[in-house]
């Protein structure tokens, strides 16, 4: 038998699946001690090496550094999330208000992935019927960052409950820049062994059973599962 590297070992095949498995959230749980600059150009590379249409690589990466920038962001959630509140009634809006879904201040790094929808020219390979491709390959590189922080111990928290224009003005962002995901990240005190909106009882995962179908909606598959 020739040997290859197409095939991970028993213990690599392992880590990939446990970082896939027990990453998380994280909003609550972080510790004040600042990521290291080497662990963090790990995880921007991890990131920089997601896959993307056409290889675009339209993702740019915002580090936050000051405080100022940040109450601007918490002030913007704090408003986005009261009228996020209103959506819901009763004991479901107690609920909701009881969650706690960012982590901007006490975390010890903010940063910001964007996603620059004008990079590789007006003509990019594979987004010419799917124009939000560059999108897609943004949020592939949020993933890829956000397992490589799991195994170096570090939490990751998407605060998506923001304006994107009050947002993308306050980090003075050009017009076709769009602010994909504004993360918080920091070494945590632990990580959960389920998601924290599970935990809470908001929503559980779904059996994987029902979400694979036939080659027809709503059709079993032949072969089982
Ligand atoms: C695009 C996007 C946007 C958000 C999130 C995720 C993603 C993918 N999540 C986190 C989300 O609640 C979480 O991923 C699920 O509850 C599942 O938990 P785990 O990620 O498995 O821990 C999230 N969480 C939160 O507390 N505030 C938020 O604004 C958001 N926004």
């Not at 982590?103 to 790094?109: F, K, N, Q, R, V």
């Not at 019927?129 to 799991?150: G, H, I, Y």
Request: with cysteine; aromatic share 8%.
């Amino acid at each position: 038998m020739t040997t290859s590297n197409h095939r991970f070992s028993d213990a690599e095949r392992r880590g990939l699946y446990r970082a896939i498995h027990e990453r998380r959230d994280v909003r609550s749980q972080f510790l004040p001690d600042r990521i290291p600059p080497d662990v963090l150009a790990r995880l921007l590379e991890a990131a920089h090496h997601a896959p993307s249409v056409g290889f675009m690589q339209p993702w740019d990466f915002i580090v936050i550094e000051r405080r100022s920038v940040r109450e601007a962001v918490l002030a913007m959630f704090e408003q986005e999330n009261q009228k996020a509140a209103e959506r819901f009634e009763g004991e479901r809006q107690a609920h909701y208000r009881s969650l706690k879904l960012q982590g901007i201040m006490e975390s010890p790094l903010n940063l910001c992935i964007t996603c620059d929808r004008s990079r590789g020219g007006p003509h990019v390979l594979g987004r010419n019927s799917m124009v939000d491709t560059d999108l897609f390959s943004t949020c592939l590189a949020v993933q890829n960052l956000w397992l490589a922080a799991r195994v170096e111990g570090i939490g990751v928290g998407w605060v998506s409950i923001l304006d994107q224009e009050q947002l993308s003005k306050a980090l003075n962002l050009p017009d076709h820049v769009y602010p994909l995901a504004y993360l918080c990240l920091g070494y945590v005190s632990e990580f959960l062994d389920q998601p924290e909106l599970e935990a809470k009882g908001w929503r559980s995962r779904l059996p994987l059973s029902e979400l694979v179908h036939g080659d027809q909606w709503g059709q079993p598959l032949a072969s089982g599962l």
